[in-house]
């Protein structure tokens, strides 16, 4: 995946596209993410997850829930048949995570794995 971070530390992490064997109109995003600093990341607040079948032109969120832990202060994270086929038709799949409210030593959230499954 690509990475950016703003000034304010929010990041923008968006993957290489993966080819569809056919247009799919749902998807799945799982990934791991670490809590640091002294507050916990609220889910789709200070993290968003997305997905898109067009090559990142459209994306559609999904609302992330925690599916059990990893460790002190990690969580697996996901969203699960996200309906996609509002979307442009396409087979140029890819996700996109974002933070947000980010600050050094109060809220870091760090991703340190994901998943994009599609249907």
């Known amino acids: 995946g690509i990475a950016s971070e703003g000034s ?8 290489v596209d993966s080819t569809a ?3 799919p109109s749902k998807a799945d995003l799982v990934m791991l993410l ?3 600093g002294s507050s916990t990341t609220t889910l789709n607040t200070d993290i968003k997850g997305y997905i898109s079948r067009d090559s990142g032109t459209t994306f559609t969120q999904g609302t992330l829930v925690s599916e059990g832990t990893w460790g002190t202060n990690k969580k697996i994270l996901a969203f699960h048949n996200l309906d ?7 087979t140029s799949m890819c996700y996109k995570i974002t933070t947000h409210n980010q600050a050094i ?6 991703v340190h794995a994901t998943s994009m499954g599609w249907s």
């Open 8 to 15: 304010s530390g929010q990041m923008v992490l968006q993957s």
């Open 21 to 23: 064997n056919s247009v």
């Open 34 to 36: 670490e809590d640091s």
């Open 84 to 90: 996609i086929s509002g979307q442009p038709s396409g």
């Open 105 to 110: 030593g109060t809220k870091e959230t760090r």
